[in-house]
């Protein structure tokens, strides 16, 4: 199966929406429809092994036919991209300043930042280097305000690295001014380019597949404060152009719930609804009942996908 | 994302750590332009030896107090340019570099 647009999808929403729920149900109506799915979650807070009942890891563990999930291990992932570095280090430097590397090495692991990197660096190497082995992924998020970074640091991180490659190149076409002056022809090696260039053009397909491939569901209740947020979200995802696709209203009071707190509940539900579709102006939303009782395991799962089976058109 | 490119946002830092880093250096090479036009040869290899230190100056942002919002994009680095660095806070008078965790 060929990747089309939209085989790349991100939940998002308030903390407690039931983000991983849908994305959960999402990747299984995927994987059920013959594509090899790929589940991600990159909530520190994890819960999707939880709600799977299979204990998951920073590899994919397969989950079912042809459905794979991973919980994105930041704390490891930045550990294995700081030792990788150190055994570089130590191949490469003097004895001198050995001892210096290492201490600039242990101070940037435990930088602020290092840890949302190291997820962005992970989604690179799940949505870029590995992009053949998925037909459909499902990004699974912590809440909002971690989302929209995630989806718009590519971006940024490209146009730092892209300066520092231009900035690099400018000297290297002085040194090579230099040479040619004194007769020397030969194409001066700099690995630090190498290196650079790699970077930018990883960073720049991650980038490209955010924007080219990628839907952003955003999934919401019908309660004040959670609509205020999705709302700005819609906003804040249109002005970084990447997509919206429908929105999921969850925890939705079904009509045959009885008496006077339920009925209670339900009228106060219909004003937020007809408030948050007025202010959508038309974008496509899906209302999700609220159940009797928790999500858990594929059986409870079922009830769920047949309301999310109208994401997959987007 | 507003937050993001806002007054005191990632992307507002972003320009203004490029051009901090950018203006600091800017001095040393104006004056290192002018001995250029005399002596070219040896010109050329001070602006070469200043790009290069604009390029350090950036990749060590965090020693100077800014955040660098690439750090871990360009870690990787570090093994190639600290000998780098060694030479440039040697050449510029400095035996110990004041952050003791880029130098020595």
Redesign the interface.
Same mark, same amino acid.
């Given at each position: 199966v060929l990747l089309t647009a939209a085989a790349l999808r991100f939940v998002g929403g308030k903390g407690g929406v039931g983000k991983t729920t849908t994305a959960t149900a999402l990747a299984a109506e995927f994987a059920a429809t013959g594509h090899r799915t790929l589940l991600v979650s990159t909530d520190p807070a994890h819960s999707t092994g939880d709600l799977l009942g299979v204990p998951l890891g920073g590899d994919a563990t397969e989950v079912g036919p042809s459905w794979w999930a991973v919980e994105v291990d930041a704390e490891r992932a930045?550990d294995e991209?700081?030792e990788?570095?150190r055994e570089?280090?130590h191949?490469?430097?003097?004895h001198?300043?050995r001892a210096?590397?290492d201490?600039?090495?242990d101070? +940037?692991r435990r930088?602020s930042?290092?840890l949302e990197?190291?997820v962005i660096?992970r989604l690179a190497t799940l949505l870029v280097d590995e992009v053949d082995r998925y037909d459909r992924v499902v990004v699974d998020t912590a809440p909002t305000?971690h989302t929209?970074?995630l989806l718009?640091?590519p971006e940024?991180?490209r146009?730092?690295?892209g300066?520092?490659v231009r900035?690099?190149e400018?000297?290297r076409g002085?040194?090579r001014?230099?040479r040619n002056?004194v007769g020397d022809d030969a194409p001066p090696e700099d690995?630090?380019l190498d290196?650079?260039r790699l970077?930018a053009e990883r960073?720049s397909a991650l980038r490209a597949r955010l924007h080219d491939d990628a839907v952003v569901h955003l999934v919401t209740v019908p309660e004040r404060l959670a609509i205020e947020e999705t709302l700005r979200a819609v906003d804040?995802l249109r +002005?970084?152009k990447l997509t919206v696709g429908t929105l999921v209203v969850n925890q939705v009071i079904p009509d045959d719930a009885e008496g006077a707190f339920s009925a209670a509940r339900r009228e106060q539900q219909a004003i937020h609804l007809a408030d948050l579709e007025r202010r959508l102006r038309g974008r496509a939303t899906v209302r999700v009942p609220l159940l009797p009782h928790d999500v858990r395991g594929p059986d409870d799962l079922t009830a769920i996908r047949r309301h999310v089976r109208t994401l997959l058109e987007r | 994302?507003?937050?993001?490119r806002g007054p005191g946002g990632?992307?507002h830092r972003?320009g203004a750590a490029?051009r901090a880093a950018r203006t600091g250096f800017r001095a040393v090479a104006d004056y290192h332009d002018a001995v250029t036009l005399a002596r070219w040869?040896g010109g050329?290899?001070r602006?070469?030896r200043d790009?290069?230190d604009?390029?350090l100056a950036?990749?060590l942002l965090?020693a100077y107090g800014v955040?660098d =919002?690439?750090?871990?994009?360009?870690?990787?680095?570090? =093994?190639?340019?600290?000998?780098d660095f060694?030479r440039w806070h040697q050449r510029e008078g400095l035996d110990r570099f004041p952050d003791?965790?880029?130098?020595?």
């Open positions: 930045a991209h700081v990788r570095i570089d280090a191949r490469l430097v003097s001198e300043v210096t590397v201490r600039h090495l101070l +940037a930088a930042g290092t990197s190291a660096d305000g929209l970074r718009a640091m940024l991180l146009g730092w690295v300066g520092l900035q690099r400018k000297a002085l040194d001014a230099m002056l690995p630090v290196r650079l970077r960073l804040e +002005a970084e | 994302v507003s937050a993001d990632i992307g972003l490029w040869r050329l290899r602006a070469h790009e290069e604009r390029f950036v990749l965090a955040d =919002p690439a750090a871990f994009e360009t870690l990787e680095l570090t =093994p190639r340019l600290i000998e060694h003791a965790g880029v130098c020595c």
